[in-house]
């Protein structure tokens, strides 16, 4: 029995806790994908340096409130931080919008085009923020790191196998919860809400209703630079801030979106931790946990491991192939890719 509850702990140590907080971030993620494709029907692959921007910023004046001697004690300062992270990106995703993106729909340009246009813009945007704060890896190096320790966790059960519980895991949960139901009300319970969703459905009608197409787009813009930031946020203080990390999270964010079905927020949140569970899944070793459930004395001579950590990102190409082959609409018929 104390073995089966070693390897449990083993296996939510080191799979469930940080799929479900990576689940979280592509989640938060792919909901900004999926209102740029539901909305604004095009595929935005800026949206990846549209998180590492608000994040930048959410840095920048972290630093600030730091050399000010400014805390929030065991929780990060870069929560105070977000709101100025939040109007960096809005600011950015507006001006691009005016001077790129207006004169694509202006001219009712097929969505492959506003496509290419995106590509353009995320490496003007990467260049830029390469400028700013280099390339190189950095931290948010404040509050309290650990609710639960290994050590402490020992201590308590008697166990050989300790459970560590970062402050971030659960603020990205907490987080991403907050996120999310605020979203869902703003977009049910709201008249600008609900004119996204008019829109969204038949933009001939809609136009028809009344419904100011330039306020949804801005409307958009503005929720999608606020989801991007958080998002963002989120995975520089589970991980770092590494401006290049942001263009690679573009494809499993992209397959989370299009897995739970572009155009639905709802298969954008389940498709992030389909994508987050694979991928932590496939390349865990499960050495450990075999060895707890084998035999006594029994060790396996390899990792267990299915694929690499290297082939991380493969995982989700991987899936995302088979859903386009199989059930393109995804899980949730969102709209075909």
């Known amino acids: 029995m104390v073995d089966i509850l070693n390897a449990l702990v083993a296996f939510t140590n080191f799979v469930i806790i940080p799929a ?7 989640a938060i993620g792919a909901l900004g994908v999926t209102l740029i494709y539901g909305i604004l029907r095009f595929s935005n692959f800026a949206h990846g340096e549209t998180m590492a921007f608000g994040t930048m910023v959410v840095l920048l004046v972290t630093g600030l409130f730091q050399s000010w001697g400014i805390s929030l004690g065991p929780l990060p300062t870069a929560l105070l931080a977000l ?3 939040i109007l960096g990106a809005s600011a950015l995703v507006l001006f691009t919008d005016r001077t790129v993106y207006k004169f694509y729909r202006r001219v009712k340009a097929a969505p492959v085009m506003l496509v290419i246009v995106s590509m353009g813009v995320m490496f003007m945007m990467n260049g830029i923020i390469r400028m700013i704060v280099g390339t190189d890896d950095r931290r948010f190096a404040d509050g309290e790191r650990f609710i639960i320790r290994a050590r402490d966790f020992k201590e308590m059960t008697g166990l050989s196998e300790g459970l560590a519980l970062r402050t971030t895991q659960v603020l990205t949960i907490v987080v991403a919860i907050a996120t999310v139901a605020l979203l869902f009300w703003f977009l049910n319970k709201t008249r600008t809400g609900k004119s996204m969703r008019a829109y969204s459905d038949n933009e001939d009608l809609a136009l028809l209703s009344g419904i100011n197409p330039e306020r949804v787009v801005m409307i958009t813009w503005l929720v999608v630079a606020a989801l991007a930031t958080v998002a963002g946020t989120l995975y520089g203080l589970d991980k770092s801030f590494k401006p290049f990390v942001y263009m690679q999270l573009l494809l499993p964010i992209f397959a989370s979106a299009i897995v739970g079905g ?3 927020p709802i298969g954008a ?5 389909v994508i987050a569970f694979s991928e932590v899944t496939i390349t865990y070793a499960f050495k450990k946990v075999v060895t707890y459930l084998g035999p006594e004395g ?3 001579d390899g990792l267990v491991q299915l ?3 290297d082939y991380k990102f493969a995982v989700s190409f991987a899936i995302l192939i088979i859903v386009l082959l199989f059930k393109p609409t995804g899980l949730f018929k969102g709209k075909s890719v």
């Open 83 to 85: 709101p100025f992270g």
């Open 298 to 300: 029994w060790r396996p």
């Open 269 to 273: 949140i389940a498709g992030g931790f």
């Open 20 to 26: 479900s907080a990576y689940g979280a971030q592509l």
């Open 262 to 264: 572009l155009g639905s």
């Open 307 to 309: 694929l690499s950590t």
